[in-house]
């Protein structure tokens, strides 16, 4: 047993659970047709243009990248209309995370947050001595009245995940305006729009539009979700230039490689693949939620690549079951909802034949609870 000891704050962190990887179930349970509906991957992959820049990208692979990705951010914030000193990428959305946590948060600083939603916001706030604020949600949805509420002289950072993950619900355009009008300037403000691609309704705060007049205001967005490149890692943040300064200054020099540069690029350039995805998602999604609500299973009311679907059962029996089927879902005990499961919308195929696992499951459980 190692005598060196950790700082304090790891006693309370636990390792992030990933969805469980196709390979791995193929080798446990020795079965070669695996759907993984777990992670919220685009199950189209990705663009081919992105494919074949990272192609091109090979020959350089004995170069490092460049620090600040200019040649995307130039790109990035003429398709979002904004000024590039505006953005700061990020291995991932999670990565910018840790940097507002690491550059802001000092210790017993207050971080307010859904108490269900994404799990490495109270991680990273805790691994730099903060002290997070869980507020418990509303039918699944940030409850952001509560949140202004919780707001104390210690209160350092808010985190609001729209659309939230894992429940994929979204909150108004009017009351998200409304609570980031009230929240003090000196508390930062992060909305992390990972899933904003997806949202398919008009009720939705468009917060570019008010990052001048708020400069406290940050919006997180990732190339992982809709564009398909969750293996390259690339997210970004849009937020003052003072504040992109200063993370900067805590960002690691090459942290977004080459390959996940040049396809970020290269899938800007190609709508149709991020068209078709949206279209082909809103299909599954009607289609999964129409056929739980035939089978009286309830949702959450989705605006994301994913469904949170009431069993009605232990949901880790559920996701154990499904597994044997050769379905990957993410199961709702670990999250805080006992006979919830998170499920990826996949393809036509994909879905069609995890509805089929389900009642499979469904009815077995309903055998053995008869005796």
């Known amino acids: 047993m190692s005598t060196v000891k950790p700082r304090k704050q790891m006693e309370q962190i636990a390792m992030y659970a990933p969805g469980k990887p196709v390979e791995e179930l193929q080798r446990e349970l020795g079965i070669t047709h695996v759907i993984k509906m777990a992670s919220n991957e685009n199950p189209y992959g990705s663009s081919p243009l992105a494919q074949q820049a990272v192609q091109n990208e090979i020959k350089n692979t004995h ?106 619900t979204i909150v108004g355009a009017k009351e998200l305006l409304e609570f980031i009008e009230s929240v003090p300037a000196h508390i930062v403000v992060v909305v992390d729009e990972a899933y904003y691609e997806y949202v398919h309704t008009d009720d939705y705060l468009e917060t570019l539009d008010y990052m001048e007049q708020y400069p406290n205001l940050i919006s997180l967005r990732t190339f992982s979700k809709i564009y398909g490149l969750a293996s390259l890692r690339v997210g970004y943040g849009i937020m003052h230039p003072d504040i992109a300064g200063e993370l900067l200054k805590n960002k690691d020099p090459f942290n977004v490689n080459r390959f996940a540069q040049v396809a970020a690029l290269a899938s800007l350039d190609d709508e149709e693949f991020m068209n078709n995805t949206k279209t082909w998602n809103d299909a599954g999604r009607r289609y999964l939620e129409d056929e739980c609500q035939k089978r009286e299973l309830p949702s959450f009311p989705s605006h994301t690549n994913f469904i949170m679907v009431d069993t009605k059962r232990p949901a880790e029996k559920v996701y154990n079951e499904l597994l044997k089927r050769g379905v990957i879902i993410r199961p709702g005990h670990m999250m805080g909802y006992p006979t919830m499961i998170r499920v990826t919308i996949g393809t036509e195929d994909e879905n069609h034949l995890f509805i089929k696992a389900l009642d499979e499951v469904l009815q077995l459980q309903e055998v053995t609870e008869r005796g």
Do not use: W
């Open 63 to 168: 170069y490092y990248p460049e620090i600040t990705a200019p040649v995307l951010a130039e790109k990035l914030a003429a398709h979002l209309n904004i000024d590039k000193n505006r953005l700061i990428f990020g291995n991932g959305s999670d990565e910018i995370i840790r940097l507002l946590t690491r550059t802001y948060i000092e210790e017993n600083d207050e971080v307010i947050m859904a108490s269900v939603t994404f799990p490495r916001y109270k991680t990273n706030v805790i691994i730099d001595g903060g002290v997070p604020v869980e507020v418990e949600m509303k039918e699944g949805t940030h409850d952001l009245q509560a949140m202004r509420a919780a707001i104390t002289d210690k209160t350092k950072m808010i985190f609001v995940c729209n659309p939230n993950n894992p429940t994929g």
